[in-house]
């Protein structure tokens, strides 16, 4: 099976996705930040740099995008067939290091949410951000 994307429609997608403090982010942190959460953007201090730091409720917020995460079972997340070892390979490494980094946070007490790019679509978009913000206020860590 071809790549789900043309050429070209490849390459703005990943142009889209490849940096931090694109779009999807900034949504994320716009919503949140006018629900009343304070964050810290891009915290150089921990693993795999969170998006968004709340340490208030000692929770990190990583946005992914589909493709460069691997968003497992997601059709933004395919392999493209052109140059699949390339791709498999960086992919796969990517997901590896996601993995790691989580477990990282996660052992150093932090609670730990991805929002994938997918769920940020027009139609999921007040769903995933109502249950991300009561997922972080659930999660209501007092420091001693
Ligand atoms: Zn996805």
Known sequence: MADVFTK?????????????????EILVA??????????RKNDKRYPGHPDLVFPKYKTVVFVHGCFWHL???CRMARIPKGNYEYWSEKLLRNRQRDQEEQQKLKAMGWKVIVVWECTLSPKQREKT????LEEIRGSDFKKQ
């Not at 390459?11 to 931090?20: D, G, L």
């Not at 716009?30 to 964050?39: A, D, T, V």
């Not at 951000?129 to 991300?132: A, P």
Request: hydrophobic residues 25%; positive net charge; proline residues 3%.
């Open 129 to 132: 951000l109502s249950d991300l």
């Open 8 to 24: 070209e429609k490849r390459s703005e997608v990943m142009s889209h996705i490849r940096c931090r403090g694109t779009k999807p």
């Open 30 to 39: 716009k919503y949140l930040f006018s629900k009343g959460l304070r964050y």
């Open 71 to 73: 968003h497992e079972g």
